[in-house]
């Protein structure tokens, strides 16, 4: 069974950083393209950014210049660095990744289960 587990969420002043991590664990055979997502009104989720396995990344208008994905593919990890974060910015963040569990399956939708971040003096 496919997991993904967050870590890195908390409470930061406007202006301050905080860092996400997520790592993929469990039985598969490759992870595709990895990102992070943030609630919105209702049950809604808006991308915040992505990276594939090659490096390309994605990122919202919003977090653009601030915020900073990456990951480490020998441990299947990602991670979101927010910088100069606003009070706007505060949400819960998702963590996603598009796994193949063997060799010539399609890919599959996974998530994690949210970390809150909270951006207030």
């Known amino acids: 069974q496919v997991q993904l587990v967050e870590s890195g969420g908390g409470l930061v002043q406007p202006g301050g950083s905080l860092r996400l991590s997520c790592t993929a664990s469990?039985?598969?055979?490759?992870?595709?393209?990895m990102g992070w997502y943030r609630q919105v009104s209702g049950n809604a989720r808006e991308l915040v950014a992505t990276i594939t396995s090659g490096g390309t990344t994605n990122y919202e208008d919003s977090v653009k210049g601030r915020f900073s994905v990456s990951r480490d593919n020998a441990k299947n990890t990602v991670h979101l660095q927010m910088n100069s974060l606003k009070p706007e910015d505060t949400s819960v963040y998702y963590c996603n990744a598009l796994i193949s569990i063997a060799v010539g399956r399609m890919t599959d939708d996974y998530w994690g289960q949210g970390t809150q971040v909270t951006v207030s003096s």
């Open positions: 469990g039985r598969f055979f490759r992870v595709n393209a």
